[in-house]
Each structure stands twice: as structure tokens, then as C-alpha cells.
């Protein structure tokens, strides 16, 4: 375990008062503050693994059906998908032989409690040279043996794969987001592009749409207002798109314009939906591998734009997590260049929209794809990176009372929380409380996921 500074400036006043217990955070409220004081933040980092070549996306599943959420890790140069168990973090490989991975995802579709995966793989950011191939994996008896790998569909940059339940049925369909679309040329990448989906069972390609141009980069599976039922989000060079499917099919919301900056610095990399009390708010990262952390907050029927960090280089994975238990959201925002460091913001006045920022990581990580997770059972929400060489788990160890919350967020990811499938978030006592059998209900985890970095120099 290393324990991180919170910055250079705050390391010998921090560590006289923290010694080898952990480093935190200490949020300073502003003179109009409507929050009350927050409890400060500490997280002791924790090594899982090394060794990756372009760690790119870390998820939370149950693979084995223990009841303790795993780790599943992909990195785009690496030839096999890897799950790590919980809690000693044991690594198995779950398939290998693969060419170009760039995104996965994980759901339970046949009740059995252990999750099938969705893999994209034989990606490359030239259109010409993508496979985009999109497989199933499937388990046998062993979980940790490998696992059964059933190609669905090829459909060239296939680049983020969700599984959403978009009709509220508990079923839920898997929605794939292409990068690019055919006859798209960097840099400009004006060509339209299919955003597609298929319903488990048939695996047959239904489309979405084809009305959006340019790259979509970022993807967001979570409900909206009151919803029983989870949109899909979108964030690209035309901004940020929230999609939903009806009776008579999709229907598309345009939500946000993003950066307004010519094509193709145009629009929004990432989104995460937060909450601030009984307050939505949305972030995103702009524009594309951008420099900005940019939160919209809404204001008479109109969301407000306020840039909040315009330091980072090539943004590129961007969750949300409650880590005090106050019901305000925190962001963590990783950067693949300049510092390589994950960040933590916290908002700390919410009248004033006043956000600070900290450091999560100490910049040896250069995080591609983080997500936020209970892993330890202790009630606090932990945070889980990959980048570059590296898998590590941040522990939180903030000081003050645990408190039950029904993390507002999607799973895996992005959105941001991660959570049983239950209507309240369960305590490490119900978590932990019995082994699984063949008559338990199968545990769904949902989870906040950041984006990835494909193989070619060409970053995706």
C-alpha cells in the first residue's frame, strides 16, 4: 500500500497529521456555503497488478457469484481479458487469443448469478483497417478456467459497448457506439456513423441511429428524472445526446452543444450524470481527449455551462461517487498525458458552484479508465483504475459514520455509482451475510466506468 500526497504543496503539513494512516482531502467551504462542514477524504492506494501494455478499462462484476464484486481488466495491447477475484485479487484469464481490445461489459442474461461479457475487439481509429468485432463470452463449470467466446456481429470501430435495460422489462439489450463511421478521415471525421444495438437471443443488428456525425466517443448508460427504464448518452463532436427507446422506436434528445470550438474541437468527450442533494447535474470532458472538466448545472429550464478545470491533457475516463456519504457527488477525472494523475473534484459550495481539486493518484498511472465501487464492503465507496501499466484500487478510509445510500447513478460506470441491483445500496453486513446457492437471486452489480486507448498510435 502507498500513500499518496495531496499535493506537493500539502505533503509536510499532511503527513505530520496523518502519518502512515492515509493521506485525505480536506474540502474548504465558501463564506455563502448552503452545504454543511464535509468530512474530509482518505484513500490508501493498493496495487492489484502490472504489466499491462495500454490498460484501458477496469469493470465491476461478480464473475464467480460470491457475492464480492470482482474486477474485470482490458488493455488494448494485451492479448487476453483478465478478471481479478476478490479479495485477494487473484488474477484469471478469461479469454485469450484476442487482436486489438477496446471495450467490454458485463450483465447476468440467463439467472444463473455469473455474468455473461460482451467483448469489442480487432479495433483500430482507421475505419478501413477495423474489424470491429463484438463477442459473447460465456462460462462453463470453472469460472476460472477459460471462458466460451462467440462472435455476434462485425461492425468496423465498434468502440463502447453498454448492456442497458431500455424498456424497464429487466431484460436488458446490448447498444454498441461505433467511433467512426465509413469514409470517415482523420482529422475531420465528418461521415455519419450507425449507433446500433442487439436484443439477447437473436444477436441481430438493429439500428439506433444514423443521424449523428463525426466521433462519438463517450457513452453513458442511466435513467433520467423519475424513469423506470435507462436511457443511453452519447458524447461526441456534436455534443452530448440522450436516447431513448419507445413504442415507436428511438428517440434522440439533444442536451448539450458541448465545447464551442470549430470542427473538430467541437463538443464533449465524456458524461457522467451527479447529484448534489435532490439536484441533477451533468459533467463531461471537453472536447475530445480535451483539457476541460466542465459541470452544467440547470437553471431556469437552461443547463449552465462552468468550466472547472482547464489544466488536464487528454482527458479520458470521467465517474462519479458519492466518497463522503453527504449526498453531493464527487468527480474522478483521469489524464492519459501531462501529469498522468487521477483526480478528485468536490463541490464545496453549492450556491456558488465552488469545486476543488486533489490528487488521487500520484501521477505513475496515467488512468484510461476508472470505475467506482464498494470493493471492500465496508459501506464507503472505493475507486478502481487502469492505465498504461497498472491496476490499482483506491480504498476510502474517510473518517465519520457510514450511512446506507441508493447511489444515484449507472452502473459500471460511468454515470457513476455501483451498487446491488436492490433499490438501497446494501451494508457490509447483507453483502457478505451468506454464501451463494443454487436458489439465491442472481446479484446484479452496477458500477461507473471511464473510457479506453486502443492499441494504434491513433488514441480512441
Known sequence: MRLLPLSLALAATLAATLGTAGWRMDAVAGPDTVTRPRTPLRFATHPIDSGFAGGYQVIVADVNHDGKPDLIALASGLHELRWYENPTWRRHVLVDGLDAPINADAADL????????????????????????????????????????????????SHRLRFADVDGTGRPVLVNWPLIGAGAIAHEYRATLPLVFYRPGAWRRETVSESLQGVVHGILVAPWARETRASVWSAGFEGVDRWQLGPRGWTRTHVLAGDASAWPRSGASEIVVGHAGGERFLATIEPWHGGQVVVYRERGGAWVRHVIDATIVDGHTLVAGDFDGDGIDELVVGERQGAKGAYVYRLTDVRADAWTRDALDDGTLAPAGCAVADLNGDGRADVACIGSTQLRWYENRRLGPV???????????????????????????????SPPSSRRAPTRWRCSRGSMRPRSPSRA
Open 403 to 433: 450511512r446506507a445510500r441508493d447511489p444515484p447513478h449507472d452502473a459500471a460506470a460511468a454515470g457513476g455509482g455501483f451498487r446491488p441491483s436492490s433499490r438501497r445500496a446494501t451494508g457490509p453486513t447483507s453483502r457478505r451475510s
Open 110 to 157: 440467463d439467472g444463473d448469478g455469473i455474468p455473461e461479457i460482451a467483448l469489442a475487439h480487432g479495433f483500430s481509429t482507421r475505419y478501413a483497417e477495423s474489424a470491429g468485432i463484438v463477442s459473447l463470452l460465456t462460462h462453463g463449470a470453472d469460472v476460472g478456467a477459460r471462458w466460451t467466446m462467440r462472435e455476434i456481429d462485425q461492425l468496423p470501430t
